[in-house]
């Protein structure tokens, strides 16, 4: 049933549209708490959570009956979390290439200066080389590409785990 267009809809608009939930969280939290590192961040990590979710539920009860197998609930789930993690990335890219990119090096220097207090006497070409390193792990693509890789392999965990309570006939969640 999954080969209808019907059920893929549902997929990429609920992708596209976690993506970008996920991606205006980030930004109102960026925005309004200055550490770099906040309990509130954790709030990231289950968005996709819910919209994965919800794709997966969706499908199960208007396309295939209010039944569906493992597989095509974590295929459902997985391609759900895939999608908003590139839409997600991708404004992240462009969040901080074009529109705030003083962010990073604002980053880069506050860990600077957290690693040259604690390593105590370290050489000028430890710093030179530790500089040069934060400035490659803090640039827009890697940070892009570093929460592309992170929340498809976390899609991945959460697709495991939803297939496993939205296959049943019984739901103990209903859209």
């Given at each position: ?23 205006t ?61 590139v ?33 105590g ?11 040069s ?43």
């Amino acid at each position: 049933m999954l080969r209808s267009g019907k059920p893929w809809w549902t997929i990429v608009l609920t992708g596209i549209f976690t993506g970008l939930v996920l991606f205006t969280v980030y930004f109102l939290l960026m925005v309004q708490n200055n550490q770099i590192v906040s309990w509130m961040f954790a709030s990231i990590y289950l968005i996709p959570l819910i919209g994965m979710t919800y794709a997966s539920i969706r499908v199960k009860n208007r396309y295939l009956g209010g039944y569906m197998k493992f597989s095509e609930s974590f295929l459902i789930s997985w391609l759900t979390g895939f999608l908003s993690s590139v839409v997600y990335s991708t404004f992240i890219y462009f969040i901080f290439t074009f529109l705030n990119s003083n962010e990073l090096d604002y980053r880069a220097l506050l860990l600077e200066q957290f690693l040259q207090m604690q390593s105590g006497n370290i050489t000028i070409q430890e710093i030179h080389t530790m500089k040069s390193n934060i400035s490659q792990l803090l640039s827009a693509s890697y940070l892009a590409l570093l929460n592309l890789i992170f929340h498809s392999l976390l899609a991945v965990i959460y697709a495991f785990i939803i297939a496993i309570f939205v296959r049943r006939k019984i739901s103990l969640i209903e859209v």
